[in-house]
């Protein structure tokens, strides 16, 4: 059974930082993408970042330069590192497995919201 856990959100002042973490199980880690996504209230679901087997990262433009994605294969857990946040950074933050996204792999998610 796979699963992707994800935490590390909190409330946070803009221009802070926060660290988002994904545990995976049940699904060979080293050699999936995975992605970052983000659902803001009245909003659909956004990919924020992805990250190949390979560690190679891309981004959104709207978190371009701020935020980081990277995985830890030994851990089997990948990472958004989130820097100089912004108001519009709230959402609920989920990953996935990518470019592949399954369905019945959305997870909880995680709450950022970020005060101005």
């Known amino acids: 059974q796979v699963q992707l856990v994800e935490s590390g959100g909190g409330l946070v002042q803009a221009g802070g930082s926060l660290r988002l973490s994904c545990a995976a199980s049940g699904l060979p880690f080293t050699i999936r993408g995975f992605g970052w996504f983000r659902q803001a209230p009245g909003k659909q679901r956004e990919l924020v970042a992805q990250?190949?087997?390979?560690?190679?990262?891309n981004y959104a433009d709207s978190v371009k330069g701020r935020f980081t994605i990277f995985r830890d294969n030994a851990k089997k857990t990948v990472y958004l590192q989130m820097n100089s946040l912004k108001p519009e950074d709230t959402a609920v933050y989920y990953c996935?497995?990518?470019?592949?996204?399954?369905?019945?792999?959305w997870g909880q998610g995680t709450q950022v919201t970020v005060s101005s």
């Open positions: 990250i190949s087997s390979d560690g190679y990262g």
């Open positions: 996935n497995v990518f470019p592949s996204v399954l369905q019945t792999y």
